[in-house]
């Protein structure tokens, strides 16, 4: 909703927007409220007037409302770290983005979950105007950190096997997918349930090669040789098992802390298999990356899979602003389908 509010005179005019605020920490559907706000039309030197399109609710966009994030924006704040946007104009002195031009967040904690924003140009990173809405929504966090896990930590082969819990999730399904179209073998983890049929077909037909229970992981029944890479975002007793597939040398990544338990591991693999742990976090590779080319080139692959169908189009609950409580709510309870705003 754009309503020109002051029209006294062309460089004067204000927009009215509307936009989800946290001003406090607490229960993200409780925390959050829908605000209208007035912001100048005109971008300053440097600035960029961005109509955001679409954006979803992950799981660390509730851990920041909670105040157990490590990104803690000035209160009061905006929700939301990630979707994507465009370019309605742009200030003097902007070279990297042009009007029309689709973008995304360049950093942790912009807050997307508003209508239209200015932002300094150095925040928002431009993305391929071609893709559609279902992947440029959700393209700068999830895609991109199973790309990097698979990519930065073990020298993986063809016929390599990696193993994942929460292999359902937004992130595990991009795990299998890059790892079918890369040549490595995935086994997934997942937690049961009355339909675990139909999630076994739907993992296997994003390209599984295993998907197996908690209960069959602890019950260790199943042996998976040559295992490299471990991807944990469970911790507890999942990255106790999961590390245990391990074969020497092997590597367990974790990225995500699900069950809110420390990260288990077994002492005999860590001794004579020689394993090691580590973490990764996305933002701080955006961070640390000293010019664009790596994150372009990583974009530009991402993409073009995306494009030709190789990674599917995720399936989301589409909700207005209006409906944020119904939205965060089921995306505190809910993980089957991610919880999108259309702020179109
Ligand atoms: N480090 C990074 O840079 C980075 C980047 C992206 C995401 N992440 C993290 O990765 C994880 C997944 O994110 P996402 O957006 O892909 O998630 P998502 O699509 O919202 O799915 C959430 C997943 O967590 C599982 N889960 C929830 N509670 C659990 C519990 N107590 N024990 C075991 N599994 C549980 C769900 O399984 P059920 O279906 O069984 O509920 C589902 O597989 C999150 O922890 C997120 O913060 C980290």
């Not at 990173?125 to 073990?154: C, G, H, W």
């Not at 597939?245 to 990260?263: A, E, I, N, W």
């Amino acid at each position: 909703m754009l309503k020109i509010l002051s029209l006294r005179s062309s460089i004067q005019r204000a927009a009215s927007t509307r936009q989800l605020v946290y001003e406090g920490y607490g229960n993200p559907p409780e925390a959050i409220q829908l605000k209208s706000v007035n912001i100048a039309e005109n971008p300053a030197a440097g600035e960029v007037l961005v109509k955001w399109i679409a954006a979803p609710v992950n799981p660390a966009d509730l851990n920041q409302i909670q105040g157990v994030y490590p990104v803690k924006p000035t209160l009061p704040a905006v929700g939301g770290n990630e979707g994507f946007g465009k370019v309605i104009s742009v200030g003097s002195n902007v070279t990297s983005v042009k009007e029309g031009d689709h973008v995304i967040p360049n950093k942790s904690g912009l807050g997307t979950w508003r209508e239209l924003a200015l932002h300094s140009e150095s925040d928002v990173f431009q993305i391929d105007q071609n893709l559609p809405l279902e992947y440029a929504s959700v393209f700068q966090v999830n895609p991109p950190t199973a790309y990097r896990m698979l990519k930065d930590f073990i020298n993986l082969k063809k016929g390599d096997t990696v193993v994942q819990n929460g292999a359902n999730s937004a992130v595990g399904k991009h795990v299998i997918q890059i790892c079918r179209i890369l040549g490595f073998k995935s086994v997934n983890v997942v937690r049961n349930r009355d339909n675990l049929d139909e999630l076994v077909k739907e993992l296997k037909n994003l390209g599984a090669d295993d998907v197996i229970t908690q209960e069959e992981l602890y019950g260790r029944k199943k042996k998976f040789p040559g295992v490299k890479l471990a991807l944990n975002c469970v911790g507890g007793r999942s990255s106790l098992f999961l590390a245990s597939l391990l074969d020497h040398g092997g590597c367990m990544v974790t990225y995500g802390g699900m069950s809110k338990q420390p990260v288990d591991c077994p002492t005999g693999p860590l001794i004579f298999k020689d394993i090691s742990l580590r973490g990764f976090w996305m933002s701080r590779w955006y961070d640390i990356q000293k010019t664009p080319e790596k994150r372009q080139d990583m974009y530009k692959e991402l993409a073009e899979w995306m494009k030709s169908g190789e990674i599917v189009k995720q399936e989301f609950v589409n909700n207005r602003l209006d409906d944020h409580v119904k939205a965060i709510e089921n995306a505190q309870n809910k993980h089957d389908k991610k919880q999108l705003f259309l702020l179109d």
